[in-house]
């Protein structure tokens, strides 16, 4: 079965409004778009409040690996490429970011919770006071 989205026709920049939507609905109280040296959003950060203070989450997307994942799982050719991979990476962050929030809305976690359960969580500074990076394992070289 291929990648969650991979037949998406929807651009990185509308998924990342989306996701702001979704931030602002549910209370951030920042949101910022980090861009690469191509002008492209790399990461979404945003500002939420918990119990123990401001919490900062960087969420990255990485096209390469999305890319290698699509190559490997034998999805169309029309579909492999840089940009198209972009956009599903953006897709697959929203529906992430969709998740958790319904979990917090039910109260089936706590923010607490919700922190312990992701994979890792890694402190980078910026500028805001603390910033989490959320990301799905670790990646060796050459992977």
């Not at 929807?10 to 920042?30: F, N, P």
């Not at 579909?79 to 198209?84: D, G, I, M, Q, T």
Request: proline share 4%; net charge positive.
């Amino acid at each position: 079965m291929p990648i969650l989205n991979y037949t998406t026709s929807i651009s990185a920049q509308k998924t990342v409004g989306e996701i702001t939507s979704i931030l602002a609905s549910h209370r951030a109280k920042a949101v910022l778009m980090n861009y690469d040296n191509e002008g492209q959003i790399e990461s979404l950060s945003f500002q939420i409040a918990t119990p123990q203070g401001d919490m900062g989450i960087r969420l990255p997307v990485d096209p390469t690996a999305v890319l290698k994942v699509m190559a490997r799982q034998g999805v169309t050719t029309k579909y492999l490429n840089r940009a198209h991979a972009t956009r599903v990476a953006w897709r697959i962050i929203k529906n992430w970011v969709t998740a958790q929030m319904a979990l917090l809305t039910t109260q089936m976690v706590s923010i607490s919770l919700l922190q312990q359960l992701l994979i890792y969580t890694t402190v980078v500074p910026f500028t805001h006071p603390c910033i989490h990076t959320i990301g799905i394992g670790s990646r060796e070289e050459g992977e």
